[in-house]
């Protein structure tokens, strides 16, 4: 059943962890969607003031999952998480327009970082449940993502509220972990 099932179809090596780095502007969904993922109460979440962990353990598999706030004053603290991280997750609110150029100069500079160099991305599109979200594909093309090209990337639109698409993305994300070596 989700996630769990396709790490246990993907497994690769007995015991083998999995670091997830969640990253995007505050008020994006990250937290509802770590929530989501761990199939937890989503009904009351409040603004991420640090980081958030879960960690899953099935089959072999143990997967931390690092949520870290996204506030302006907390961003220049992400650099202390992108050490062993095997895959970034960044999550945009796909209808708050009026942060797009915001959003996109955050994930460029994190796309410039050394310690993050070739990790798969994952872009969800979040907050596709509302009438006002702009269209996945349509992100990709005003964020430039085209342009990437020094690791594997994907666009996913979701709703972290009705975990509609954030299976499809978790789907990507095992599909293309590039495990680090130890």
Known sequence: MGLLSIL????????????????????AGKTTLLKQLAAEDISHITPTQGFNIKSIQ????????WDIGGQRKIRPYWRNYFENTDVLIY???????????ETSLE????LEEEKLAAVPLLIFANKQDL??????????????LHTIRDRMWQVQACSALTAEGVQDGMTWVCRNIKFRKK
């Open 8 to 27: 246990r179809r993907l497994k690769q090596s007995p015991d083998h962890e999995v670091h997830l780095l969640l990253l995007g502007l505050d008020n």
């Open 58 to 65: 099935s089959a072999g598999f143990k997967l931390n999952v």
């Open 91 to 101: 999550v945009i609110d796909s209808s708050d327009r009026k942060r797009f150029e």
């Open 107 to 110: 994930l460029a500079e994190l």
């Open 131 to 144: 009438m006002t979200a702009t269209p996945a594909s349509e992100l990709a093309e005003s964020l430039n």
